[in-house]
């Protein structure tokens, strides 16, 4: 079965800093993957997915991921975080009918 | 998603009660999820189905039971509560045949129930 690793567990960033959120998938094939980001007190919203085509991906508020299919990574990216920022995200593979959650990672962003 | 709705959105109990969340979407999917969410450990399926004759096991499903009532309802019972079922528990529906543009294979979230057990 599918499984995901997101590294980063807590990211603490200034505001206007340069982000990148890891996240790697156990194995190759077609794969469908999705970052979904949660505000505080807030349920789960979808960033961004990728079925297939570009590998390159752009979400909405300016977040984007890349598929490194060699590398088995979906990373997150966004090149100027704002305080609004603030959440925790997961990224997710889709494992034959059902999706497989990472543990997720919380972004601080501090004025 | 105001689609998707969960009630209660916070609920106290103590240990050895039954629990029903519940859980309505109109979003006319046919698959429906229930999740667990515990700090440090993101999101754990505990039940899905894909239709209302079909019922799934997640990877955590002991303790729980599910009851598919229509299409649009989805419920999750906790037979005899425990304290380590105290988490945020979020319901979830996704259209897998893309009737809907671009929902194919997204997952939509209800607000959560927080659930203490005592």
């Known amino acids: 079965a599918q499984s995901v690793s997101q590294h980063n567990h807590h990211v603490i960033l200034s505001e206007a800093a340069s982000l990148e959120l890891g996240c790697n998938y156990s194995?190759?094939?077609?794969?469908?993957l999705f970052w979904y980001v949660q505000y505080p007190g807030q349920h789960l919203q979808l960033l961004l997915k990728y079925f297939s085509g570009d590998p390159l991906v752009k979400g909405i508020k300016g977040f984007e991921a890349e598929f490194i299919k060699s590398k088995f990574s979906f990373n997150l990216r966004k090149p100027s975080v704002q305080w609004s920022d603030t959440a925790e995200y997961f990224c997710?593979?889709?494992?034959?009918?059902?999706?497989?959650f990472g543990t997720g990672t919380r972004l601080q962003v501090f004025p | 998603d105001a689609d998707v709705t969960q009630t209660p959105r916070n609920r106290i109990t103590k240990t050895g009660k039954r629990i029903m969340l519940e859980c309505s979407q109109t979003?006319?999917?046919?698959?429906m999820y229930w999740y667990r969410q515990d700090p440090g450990l993101g999101l754990r399926l505990i039940y899905y189905?894909?239709?209302?004759?079909?019922?799934n096991k997640g990877e955590i499903s002991d303790g729980y039971s599910v009851s598919r009532q229509a299409q649009a309802k989805f419920s999750l019972s906790l037979e005899s509560a425990i304290p380590n079922q105290t988490a945020l528990y979020f319901c979830?529906?996704?259209?897998?045949?893309?009737?809907?543009?671009?929902?194919?294979?997204?997952?939509?979230f209800g607000p959560g129930t927080r659930l203490t057990v005592l």
């Open positions: 194995y190759g094939g077609t794969v469908n």
């Open positions: 189905s894909f239709d209302v004759k079909d019922i």
């Open positions: 979830a529906t996704s259209d897998l045949t893309g009737r809907t543009e671009g929902s194919t294979d997204t997952q939509y």
């Open positions: 979003k006319g999917h046919d698959r």
């Open positions: 997710a593979v889709k494992d034959t009918d059902k999706l497989i």
